[in-house]
């Protein structure tokens, strides 16, 4: 969020919403609630996708040396198989400006533009959904 991001966002916003010092005992929460895979290359975590069995997908981060080289869209073909094999019929998420054009690329639609808060500063997101056709 903090590189990919600042071409949609203000420093202020990007350390609102991904705080350079992490909260762990609330990512452990988060993480235990999801079904996460994670891509690696060299030894270096080069994205991750947390989704939930219900069709929801929480997280899609790649990390900024990784833009742009498919590891995204890998995550995301994974995510997709399990959720059709959860029996999901519709994906949604809440997409950054970032992420927007990647999941409308993946066949998803917005639904409403969204204004949230974190840390006291306004955010805008997507609410996004995508029918799954068996």
């Known amino acids: 969020m903090h590189v990919l ?39 270096c975590i080069a994205g991750f996708i947390g989704f939930s069995a219900d069709g929801h997908i929480d997280l899609l981060f790649v990390a900024p040396s990784e833009a742009g080289t498919g590891v995204a869209a890998a995550l995301y073909r994974q995510c997709e198989a399990a959720l059709r094999g959860f029996g999901a019929e519709a994906l949604s998420t809440e997409a950054s400006q970032v992420a927007r054009g990647f999941f409308e690329r993946q066949g998803f639609e917005v639904e409403a533009m969204q204004r949230v808060s974190r840390a006291g500063v306004e955010l805008t997101r997507y609410a996004m959904r995508k029918v799954l056709l068996q």
């Open 5 to 43: 991001g600042a071409a949609y966002y203000s420093n202020e916003q990007r350390q609102a919403w991904a705080p350079m010092a992490a909260d762990v005992a609330a990512w452990r929460a988060r993480l235990a609630e999801l079904h996460v895979y994670v891509a690696e290359r060299d030894g």
